[in-house]
């Protein structure tokens, strides 16, 4: 099928809108299952990207976690711990969890020196302490000492085996004290029933719904998937998908049927400033990020040692990177400015007050550096 055309703007402004930027969703549980998985290595993203993107109360990804487990916490995607839906549980597992459960049996077996038989004991130690319930890592440790020595256990090299099996979950509500559960004593949820395949295909779907127009490189940035299993996903739903022809890509982008019919449509202005969470799902999930992030500026926000700086949105495209400083019942943004998009500061400080106000840090300023 030829690649019907498609601009840079129109393209932009379908994916601000699918984000819940350029008009807010309806409510947090709509953000959780629209994003897909939210990345949470740093543990108060979840509250703040979600604040970014609908009305949320202070303290909401504690509850939702830890209470209300309405969202749920494992390794999945780029083998990197993230909040999602608990419906969607079984869909991440079936597509990512086979090909991650080999790369961490291929470490525990070649990089450590392990047999099968003594990597599977180990995987049967960890699910032993945790059929007493949640735990945290220091008793894991305690009960399996092997766990002790062992390099990256800080990064979750102790539990991702079970998570990728789709046995074990993170439910500590902020990430400092982390404690871990086996899925199904925590709560219920539905095995994908089918394939790896069909599993990444049917994820496929529900990752260009949220972030498209994409490439498959781009898909493929986002899961970690290796080319040709992304290549199997976009074969397996080729009558689903709708190729498009965007100014300076080389490659098509993709859009679902749905999609391709929404972004012909009216859609909403971008808004003046959004503020977005530290690791946001949004910059995230492209390997070109042109749409909103120059190419020159991306060292502004993906810095050294794997951090992703929260980013200051104008009209859709990066101007800044923020920092919150939190003191009693105030904060201050502190805005570093590294464009020549022009920040408007009116829109500015009423965008820091929305976000300090959904999360319960206190009176906003912003301070621009």
């Known amino acids: ?66 209470q209300e487990r309405s969202v749920l916490k494992c390794w999945t995607i780029r083998h990197t711990l993230h909040a999602f839906d608990p419906a969607d549980h079984g869909l991440l597992v079936a597509a990512v969890g086979p090909r991650l ?7 525990m077996t070649r990089k450590r020196g392990m047999t099968d038989a003594e990597a599977d004991r180990l995987l049967e130690a960890v699910r032993e302490v945790l059929r007493d319930g949640p735990q945290s890592r220091r008793t894991i440790h305690d009960r399996v000492p092997t766990f002790r020595t062992m390099a990256m256990t800080g990064w979750g090299v102790d539990v991702m085996g079970l998570a990728y099996l789709g046995e074990l979950l993170m439910v500590d509500p902020d990430g400092t004290s982390p404690r871990f559960a086996l899925r199904a004593d925590w709560t219920a949820t539905s095995a994908h029933d089918g394939s ?37 996903a976009f074969l397996a739903k080729r009558d689903d998908i709708v190729p498009l022809a965007m100014k300076g890509r080389r490659e098509p982008v993709f859009l679902t049927h749905a999609g391709f019919e929404t972004i012909q449509r009216d859609l909403p202005e971008p808004a003046t400033v959004n503020l977005l969470a530290k690791f946001d799902p949004m910059v995230l999930a492209h390997r070109d990020k042109s749409l909103y992030l120059a190419e020159s500026e991306r060292a502004f926000v993906f810095r050294i040692a794997g951090q992703v700086e929260a980013a200051v949105l104008v009209r859709g495209r990066v101007a800044a ?47 621009c550096v």
Do not use: N
């Open 1 to 66: 099928m030829t690649p019907l055309p498609i601009t840079p703007e129109r393209a932009r402004a379908f994916l601000l809108a699918r984000q819940g930027l350029s008009a807010p969703l309806p409510s947090p549980a709509e953000v959780v299952r629209r994003l897909v998985a939210v990345q949470v290595q740093y543990a108060g993203s979840l509250q703040t990207a979600v604040a970014a993107r609908a009305k949320v109360v202070p303290g909401w990804a504690e509850r939702a976690v830890a």
């Open 101 to 107: 459960y080999a790369r961490y049996r291929h470490w």
């Open 196 to 232: 790896e395949t069909e599993a990444a295909a049917d994820l496929l779907l529900r990752y260009l719904d949220a972030y498209g127009p994409a490439t498959k490189r781009d898909f493929a940035y986002w899961t970690g998937m290796p080319k040709v299993a992304v290549d199997r």
């Open 321 to 367: 990177t923020y920092r919150v400083e939190r003191k009693a019942k105030r904060c201050e943004f502190r805005v570093e400015r590294h464009t020549p998009i022009r920040l408007p500061m009116r829109a500015l400080e009423q965008a820091a007050a929305r976000m300090a106000a959904r999360c319960g840090w206190g009176e906003a300023t912003v301070d």
